[in-house]
Nanobody, 123 residues
């Protein structure tokens, strides 16, 4: 069992930066692939980025590649999403997720979810 708590969301102007954190509890954090998804009003939840438990390897949606960076701290059981050069279209609720499938890009591939944190980018 893994519990996830996101933090770090907020309001930022276009071009600005935010760093999201996802703190995990549970003994097996190190063996899970961790992912970030987002959901804007009226839209489906979409993949943002994922990081595997070994390597680790990282993957990004094309829309955020080169602007966002995912990382994980095994000792702190925390996953981060550094978001730079933010755009208004990045506005969404951002969710952290944990799953066993390496490199998963679909919500159904993840077993545990956080409550989400709001990111709003003003133009």
């Amino acid at each position: 069992q893994v519990q996830l708590v996101e933090s770090g969301g907020g309001l930022v102007q276009a071009g600005g930066s935010l760093r999201l954190s996802c703190a995990a509890s549970g003994r097996t954090f190190s063996s899970y692939t961790m992912g970030w998804f987002r959901q804007a009003p009226g839209k489906e939840r979409e993949f943002v980025s994922t990081i595997t438990w070994s390597g680790p390897s990282t993957y990004y949606a094309d829309s955020v590649k080169g602007r966002f960076t995912i990382s994980r701290d095994y000792a702190k059981k925390t996953v981060y999403l550094q978001m730079n050069s933010l755009k208004p279209e990045d506005t969404a609720v951002y969710y952290c997720a944990a799953g066993e499938q390496s490199g998963g890009r679909w919500p159904r591939q993840y077993d545990y979810w956080g409550q989400g944190t709001q990111v709003t980018v003003s133009s």
